[in-house]
């Protein structure tokens, strides 16, 4: 299972100085219409085939992100079984962040 993070903390995760990977796993148009700054887009569809682009980030804290937290749960999942250590679905998704007055890239 995975940690739930609320929209107030990832840019919080630097656990021991460390960044935290963003991943949006949302479609292309989804994700064009504004993420997380620094965010890395795999839509989910597509993680299990390209999972090994974002290998070097196991020991560190990953974050998910998609609209509603479905999509990031199912990620966090499919991430946990290929040995991720630190995953964090981000609570609300993006739209969560964005109504918190966050900045999004687009």
């Given amino acids: 299972s995975c940690r739930g993070l609320g929209e107030d903390h ?3 995760v630097a656990i021991g100085g460390v960044e935290p990977l963003v991943l949006d796993v949302r479609q ?6 504004g993420h997380l700054p620094r965010a890395r887009h795999i839509p989910l569809g597509e993680l299990a085939a390209r999972v090994g682009e974002i290998a070097k ?5 990953v974050i998910v992100t ?3 937290g ?3 749960g ?3 999942r499919a991430l946990k079984k290929a040995g991720f250590a630190s995953v964090y679905n981000l609570k609300g998704g993006v739209p ?3 109504q918190a007055s966050l900045p999004v890239e687009r």
């Fill in 10 to 12: 990832p840019h919080q």
């Fill in 28 to 33: 292309g148009p989804e994700f064009a219409a």
């Fill in 57 to 61: 980030f196991k020991d560190k804290p």
């Fill in 66 to 68: 998609c609209r509603s």
């Fill in 70 to 72: 479905a999509r990031a």
């Fill in 74 to 76: 199912t990620a966090c």
């Fill in 96 to 98: 969560a962040w964005e």
